[in-house]
Each structure stands twice: as structure tokens, then as C-alpha cells.
């Protein structure tokens, strides 16, 4: 079937999702109940964590980490350029200063020493993002945050099952997850926190509920951030199968490196020896050294019915909006700035064959032997 077009992503939707939404929809309890609590129960589980609580979305899960942890106006925050806006944009709505700080060019995420030297006097807490499903440096920024007495938010929207020296993403700060319909565990739209502080968990789930502790019974002003049970039975039976689709996406990975392997200027993954990393992308770097550029590649792939999606193709900051925000610091970040320039990430989903990964590789060959480069 090689004219099928292979797919950045595809939603796994099995007879198991379909037996749940359906007796869902026939329980008459479409809102947020016991299917959403069978979801928090399992993947605080996942987590090793005694809390896990749904909201609608994954920026949802950003705001109520920060708005848990009363983060405000005053306040600065320090995160990532080379993430999704919503990391930014979260912690921005909370109405504190966000600092930006360069990456790490070998894995993409945050650079525990280009964040400490931003720390200040009103620094309240740091946001690693755990981009493509690799954990950040979470024993560097676990010793920064408790010298420093800094809260952790991890942006773990790409990293449902990520460990970091064998724990698991979700589990060093408040995790903030993702259930977007391309991410690795999905419901739609969703998202999910995750905390070993009950004091903490409490607050979250009044914040999600308008700040009710009983009916018509105010604590404080909250929000609707609920998820529902028809989203989450969506989501639970995924959940028992995650696992066994990591394996996939790093079987997957390694594929795609040992065949593309020896490329001029074309760089694979790099897995830091402490991540197990679930390859929510599978992202190469298009260097200097290569015969085309970035865009070239991926238009050339393109033709070859092959997709491919550029995360992220400018830092936070580079669009006006952020540019004249007046809580946002933008300091130059060169290698974020270089990522953004080079990396491509390629097909790596679990419902990928052998067969279409090695069309992928050949793919990129040809098109770098169409460019001049070695075939
Ligand atoms: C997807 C994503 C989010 C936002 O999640 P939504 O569910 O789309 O709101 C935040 N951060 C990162 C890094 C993401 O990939």
C-alpha cells in the first residue's frame, strides 16, 4: 500500500473505547463522574503520585498548577522559548513575569544553568517542558528548586509515561498533562494534574468546580475546568495500553535511527542516559551541513506522501503579541533559536509498520541524494 500517505499522528480508537463512551452515553451521566475518577485514579498510578486531577485541557492544567500554587502579579516565572505557546501563555494569564531560557541543544529541553542564572529575588517558580516525550533534567532542577525554594510546574503535556532515573514525568513538581487528540493518551480535548501534596489537590479540584466544597457552598472563586465522563471514557481504556504503544514509539524510534543513520547534517534523537523517553515526536535536526535545509526536506517528503510538522518553528516571543507583552523577558536564546531553524520531526506513531518507516527513511535519503548530498 505504498501510496497510502503516512500520517504525523493517528488516534487508536478500539472496540474497548467504543463499549465505554456507549455505555456512557446510555448511563445518562454525561458530565464529569466515576469514569473521570477511574481515569485520575489510574493515571495517578501511572504518575506514583497519591493525586491526579482531570480539567478540560492541558493549558487548563498549566493555569491551575499556577493558580494552585498562587502564583501572580510580582511573581517571576522561568520556562522555555522552544515549547507549544501554551506553556507561555499559561503562566502569562497568571499575571507574573515570565523569563525565557535557552535549551539544551542535544534534547530540546529547558537548561538548568541558563535557568539559574536568570533566578532571582522574585523568582517563584520554574517550568521544564518535557518536550517530545523526553524528561528535562529533573535531578538539576529539583536541587535548583529546593535551593532556591522554587516550585516546579512540569509541562508534561508530550510525556504520559516519560521517566527520568526511573520516575515518572508528573511526579517532581505539579505535573501538567495533555489529552489533545495527537498527543500519546487522548480524550478530544483534556488534560490532567498531577501532585503528591494534598493540600494542594484539594485546592485544585475547588478551583475546577467553581471553588464549591458542597452545593452552593463557596471556599473561592473558581472556574469551570471539568472534564466530562464521556471525554474520559475515551481516554481510560487508552490508559491500559499505553505501555505496550510506548514500546511501539520507541521501537519505532530506533528504526528511524539505525535507518537513517550516517546522513550528512542529518541528526537523530539524542536519549539522555537518565530518560525514558516515550517519542511523543521523533525530531532530527537538518543542519548546516546538509545538502537542503529544513523546509526543503520536508516539502521533499511531502511529495513522497510522507508528513512531517515543525515544533516549533519560532520561540515564544518572536510573534508581536509577545514581543510587547509586558510580563514577557526575552533574552537571546541561540540554540533554541538554531532548533527552531533545524528540527523536523517524522512519523513514529505506534500504529506504524516496519514497512512505512522504512519508506520514511528512504524518503529522506532520496531527498537528500536529490540535493546533492550522499545517498
Ligand atoms: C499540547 C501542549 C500543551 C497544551 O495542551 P492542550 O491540551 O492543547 O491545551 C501545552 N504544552 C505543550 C508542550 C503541549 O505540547
Redesign the pocket.
Known sequence: MTSDRVHISKVLVDDEIEALVLSVLRSGQLAQGPVVAELERDFAALCGVRHAIAVA??????EAAAAALELGPGDEIITSPF??A??AN?MLHTGATVLLADIDPETFTLDPRAVEALIGPRTKAIVP?H?YGQCADMTAFGALAERHGLALIE?A??AHGATWKGEAAGSFGVG?F???A??NLTSG???LVTTDDDALAARLRLLRNQGMSRRYHYELTGHNWRLTDLQAAVAVPQLRRLAERTELRRRNAAHLSAALHGLPGLVTPTTHDAAGHVF?QYTVRVTAEAPLDRDRLAAALDARGIDSGV?YPKLVGDDACYGEHPNLVVEPTPHAAQAAREVLSLPVHPALEPAALDRVAEAVRAAFAEAGGAA
Open positions: 485541557n492541558g493549558t487548563i492544567a498549566l515549547t507549544f501554551a506553556t499559561a517542558v518536550l509541562d503535556a508530550q501538567c495533555s489529552l489533545y495527537t498527543k480535548e483534556g488534560g511523543h515544533y
